[in-house]
């Protein structure tokens, strides 16, 4: 689906509790940059996945927070894209360093909004499942009309 800048070896790890989170994070190599505030985000329920050192991790029970409701569908729609979101991060850390904020805030609101590398990876990730669209619905048995308008997946 995705362009050979993006097709080089990602470790892609699904993590579905706080614990395991507090695992991941607390590694070693983990994340250079954690902060008290980063921390709590990653705990609380605000963030879905974060991109380090060709590892992606997605937080699946921050995802089922999003919308209770949702059913097993609706989930792994979330999830793909937020692995597009995720995807194109490491694709802006490699080919686009200079436009990456060393700012970075992960504060929910303006500060994270306005951030280019999130308005990026935002759009990229809806123009992705919005292209790609038939062949999700084909992977995943999606019988149902969706469509991601920025950050909002929306069922028809």
């Not at 070693?28 to 963030?47: E, G, M, R």
């Not at 060709?54 to 927070?65: D, E, F, G, P, V």
């Amino acid at each position: 689906m995705l362009h050979k800048d993006y097709q080089e070896d990602i470790k892609i790890k699904l993590i579905n509790s706080d614990l395991r989170i507090m695992f991941e994070l607390l590694k070693p190599n983990a994340v250079k940059h954690l902060s008290l505030s980063y921390f709590v985000n990653y705990i609380k329920y605000t963030a879905l996945g974060l991109q380090f050192d060709n590892t992606i991790i997605i937080y699946l029970h921050n995802i089922k927070k999003l919308d209770k409701q949702a059913n097993k569908e609706e989930l792994k729609l979330f999830i793909i894209k937020t692995l597009f979101h995720e995807i194109r991060h490491i694709y802006q850390q490699r080919y686009k360093p200079h436009k990456v904020d060393e700012c970075y805030t992960t504060d929910v609101g303006n500060g994270y909004e306005s951030q280019w590398e999130e308005r990026d990876a935002n759009k990229f990730s809806m123009r992705m499942m919005n292209k790609h669209k038939k062949d999700i619905n084909d992977l995943f048995n999606i019988d149902f009309d969706w469509e991601v308008i920025w950050q909002t997946l929306y069922i028809k």
